[in-house]
């Protein structure tokens, strides 16, 4: 993909009729009369950007205004009402007329984050990836992925007819690692908690303890089998066992058995994830069953 910028600039005054407007990502201009009352009294603080376009049919060379359209307004209002404000100070630099109001107003802070969002969609619909999205803007990767992030999380909450009106999509990046079916409901939970980072990382933590509370339970209900694989140590003095009861040592064996039992099932279920006290005396009961089954056996037999 060719350079979309080029960081080289020249500042220089030229006629404001030099300049030619085109869209502007910022679409509220306020305060106009006020910030030429400013610009009179104390002259233009502040270069408005622009990049060269040729010349017009005068063979004067003409350029595009890429930021700074309060000031050239203020500073046309002033010529208009007859004031010596002809000309306008300016800074020119090359490159994509998008690209370069972004990174104007962004590095000034001079966004809200309706048109902050429509700025990156634009650059994500051009097909910029990420990375080059913050190498163009001057910001960190993960600032370009939280954005992006943010973004396709409200998308998808507006798909479900969520006003998300007043949620940044910082704000919103906080939940993209809720599933997007569910990200609608938390999208609106974090909109009526006021649509903040702090709103949405409370929501989130919200969920992931629901999702926790979900696992343990699933944990807890799923039944203890006693099986070798689960409880080797337990297998293996049954074996044990099993070669020395005789009939006059039934009793004696059998409790002493039973507690060495308990002891290991104890111990096994401890380190079984998830297993509840009511499974452990379950597995209990059930391996006493089997024992006094196996004893009856070798009695009778």
């Not at 376009?53 to 002033?78: C, Q, V």
């Amino acid at each position: 993909m060719a350079k979309l910028m080029n960081n080289t600039e020249t500042t220089v005054k030229i006629s404001i009729d030099q300049i030619v407007l085109a869209d502007n990502i910022r679409k509220n201009y306020q305060n106009i009369e006020e910030l030429a009352e400013s610009i009179k009294t104390k002259g233009q603080l502040q270069a408005v950007l622009v990049r060269p376009l040729g010349n017009d049919t005068d063979g004067l060379p003409s350029f595009e205004l890429i930021a700074g359209y309060r000031r050239f307004h203020a500073i046309k209002l002033l010529r208009d009402q007859g004031e010596d404000f002809s000309m306008i100070e300016a800074k020119i630099k090359s490159g994509d007329r998008e690209i370069l109001q972004l990174v104007e107003n962004i590095q000034r802070n001079d966004l809200d984050q309706e048109e902050l969002r429509a700025g990156i969609k634009k650059m994500l619909g051009r097909g910029m990836p990420q990375v080059e999205i913050g190498r163009e803007l001057n910001k960190s990767k993960q600032w370009v992925s939280d954005v992006c992030a943010g973004i396709e999380v409200l998308e998808t909450a507006e798909a479900a007819g969520i006003n998300t009106t007043g949620i940044t999509p910082k704000a919103a990046s906080q939940l993209r690692a809720i599933p997007a079916e569910q990200q609608p409901a938390a999208v609106a939970e974090t909109k009526d908690q006021g649509g903040t980072v702090k709103a949405a990382t409370g929501v989130m933590r919200k969920y992931k303890r629901t999702v926790q509370q979900k696992k343990q339970n699933s944990k807890e209900a799923k039944p203890l089998t006693i099986h070798k694989e689960n409880f080797p140590a337990l297998f293996q003095t049954l074996e044990q066992y099993k070669k020395k009861i005789i009939s006059e040592e039934i009793i004696p064996i059998f409790e002493n058995y039973i507690q060495k039992c308990n002891d290991q099932l104890t111990e096994a279920a401890t380190n079984y994830m998830g297993v509840s006290l009511k499974a452990k005396i379950e597995a209990t009961e059930e391996l006493k069953l089997s024992i006094f089954k196996l004893i009856e056996n070798k009695s009778n037999g």
